[in-house]
């Protein structure tokens, strides 16, 4: 099985030549392949923007939601079959801005799904607005003066909230993502892994040169199951931006609760249309 022949999609992809999305992509694939999975038992879930494309550039299921809304169409799609391998992939204007909210309940369900956060640190789809994560200062069309308000750390945010897996990579970085999405999956429970991801189109401040300049990977040494110590790591930004697993944190899943013990997807269920009638003419 490989990328090429199972979930490689060949048609037009309308990204700008040079976008850390290819890269990501990529890993997806490399990852999904790695899993042996095969393309219906994956469903990839985004919400709107440049990155949010990426399940039409892949042959899994695909689901478009509004912007800032993917994690509820995927945890709704999850709790309907729990076998569905369920990933979402989306900027960081549509999860960590429009879709903070889910972002921060998500984290806190702990439902078995892997998010994939495409941070190139604007709104590149509406050309180059600041995003919840641009830098102090950052100037843009919109912000002419610079971005005056701290940027949100989804790192931090996540730890606090008792994530099972936090990681960061950077998307030039396509093997190290592609074995972080890998971890992420097997995982249960909730994982981010929030990937550094130049828009060559837009962010003239956070470039290749500016990442590949500052990431390193943590080593053996690190350990990521020590809260505060991840706490610590997820605030290092600036000089020097560490890539890898941040923070582990096992605990049982939403559906460990609900409905796994049941084992049977909600799909599988035969429904009893009688007492559905009887149900909705109680309600009238
Ligand atoms: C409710 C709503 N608000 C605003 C928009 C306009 N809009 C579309 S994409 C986008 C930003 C996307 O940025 P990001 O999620 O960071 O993804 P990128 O395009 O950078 O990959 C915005 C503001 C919209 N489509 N819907
Ligand atoms: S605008 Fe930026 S994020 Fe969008 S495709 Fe172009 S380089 Fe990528």
């Known amino acids: 099985m490989t990328k090429e022949n199972y979930f490689h999609y060949s048609g037009e992809q309308a990204w700008c030549p040079g976008c850390g999305d290819y890269s990501i992509l990529s890993s997806v694939e490399s990852a999904l392949v790695n899993l042996k999975k095969k393309p219906h038992e994956v469903l990839i879930v985004s919400g709107i923007g440049q990155a949010a494309k990426l399940p039409h550039y892949i042959n899994t299921n695909g689901f478009d939601g509004l912007h800032g809304r993917a994690l ?17 992939t989306s900027g960081d204007g549509d999860i960590y801005g429009e879709g903070g909210n889910h972002f921060i309940h998500a984290i806190r369900r702990n439902i078995d799904i892997t998010l994939i956060v495409h941070n190139n640190q604007v709104y590149g789809l509406t050309k180059g607005q600041a995003s919840p994560t641009s830098d102090l200062g950052m100037v843009t069309k919109t912000q002419p003066d610079g971005v005056i308000t701290t940027p949100f750390n989804p790192l931090t945010m996540a730890i606090t909230l008792d994530a099972v897996f936090v990681a960061r990579s950077f998307s030039k970085e396509v093997e190290f993502t592609t074995k972080l999405i890998e971890e992420g999956v097997k995982t249960p429970g909730f994982s981010l892994i929030d990937v550094l991801q130049p828009c060559v189109s837009f962010n003239h401040i956070n470039t290749y040169k500016w990442y590949s300049d500052k990431v390193y990977k943590l080593d053996n040494s ?3 199951t020590d809260k505060l110590k991840a706490y610590k790591k997820s605030t290092e930004w600036g000089n020097k931006i560490p890539i890898g697993v941040i923070y582990k944190n096992p605990r049982k899943t939403y559906l460990d609760n609900f409905i796994k013990p049941r084992d049977i ?19 009238y």
């Open 72 to 88: 509820p169409a995927a945890f709704g799609a999850k709790v309907a079959n729990h076998k569905l391998m369920v990933l979402v």
């Open 222 to 224: 690190y350990n990521p």
């Open 265 to 283: 997807p909600l799909i599988k269920r035969k429904t009893n249309i009688k007492r559905v009638e009887s149900l909705i003419n109680d309600l």
